[in-house]
């Protein structure tokens, strides 16, 4: 798994940021997932590794310019690229009533390019491999936090120890590959436990933009690898925050404090903290890592990989009996 940033800037585009949006790839299924998709989000991906023909999902976090204003662009260049699967695009009520009228008064048939599901709080998709929530956010219009979370894998089969004990290749082997207690021709009980190491424990990601401080954010956000949090303003600027319903850094922070994340990332930022104005990006990254140390600033085209969690558990050997 790994995250890009596409865009990283709020409300609206700047020399060196974009407006909203991340892709989320999953190499081992050569897939991209896309969460919200602002304006000119299509000419980053073309600056970065991404590839169109590899996007699937699309999810939307709430119906503001910033982070739609892109997806008719998008979707006409997927179509005229020849892309022969539909993007699937789970958003909040309204965005398939605004991909219709843009389709209808640009003339565009989307109706063999996308699908698109309105999104309620809970499970929002799942398949083999993935789950993915959303939560609902404290904003001026609808917002929806996502939540993507990768299932245990089993662990690694051992042959070896296998093949040493005397068992046989064949049906037998994913039993045991499954976990299954089975009892050999010779009488012999052998539990799949004993010849498998630990499950691999399924990582998370979650996405949370835009939105002020709220108890949903924290419950979405438990115990998360990454948090994605949108940090608009600083905590100087608290009361911007509150009158516009976005988070300062220290916001962010705490919601990452609260839910026991690992690692949490800043985005969304006011073009307000540009280079040269009194208050910087710097200095809310300070104010963040003031509460929760392992904080970093996004930035466009940043590519964070999401580390595999380590097995500290081992079987010694197999139990017979």
Known sequence: MEITFLG??????????????????????????????????QHQILRSDIKTSQISRIFVTHMHG????????LIASC????????????????????????????YMEIGRR?????VLPGLVYEDDEFTVTC????????????????????????????????????????????????????GRVIRGTDLCDPPETGRKVVYCTDTIYCDSAVELAQD???LIHEATFSHQDAELAFERLHSTSTMAAQVALSAG??????????????????????????????IFPNTQLAYDFMTYAVPRHKNVEAYEGASVS
Request: hydrophobic letters at 35%.
């Open 135 to 186: 939560t609902k956010l404290k904003h001026r219009v609808p917002a929806f936090g996502y939540r993507i979370t990768e299932k245990d894998r089993p662990g690694r089969f051992k042959v070896e120890k296998a093949t040493k004990l005397g068992i046989p290749p064949g049906p037998i082997y994913g039993q045991l590959k499954r976990g299954e207690t089975v009892k050999l021709p010779d």
């Open 66 to 73: 910033d982070h739609i204003f892109g997806l008719m662009g």
């Open 8 to 41: 990283t800037s709020s409300g609206v585009p700047t020399r060196s940021r974009n407006v909203s949006s991340i892709a989320l790839r999953l190499p081992q299924r050569a897939e991209v997932w896309m969460f919200d998709c602002g304006e000119g989000t």
């Open 261 to 290: 994340v690992k690692h949490l990332i800043l985005t969304h930022f006011s073009p307000r903290y540009a280079p040269g104005n009194p208050l910087q990006l710097n200095d809310l990254l300070a104010e963040a890592q003031a």
């Open 79 to 106: 179509g005229l690229a020849g892309q022969s699967q539909k993007i699937e695009i789970n958003g909040p009520f309204g965005l398939e009533e605004y991909l219709r009228a843009g389709a209808k008064y640009s």
């Open 114 to 118: 996308v699908r698109v599901h309105t």
């Open 224 to 226: 998360a690898d990454v």
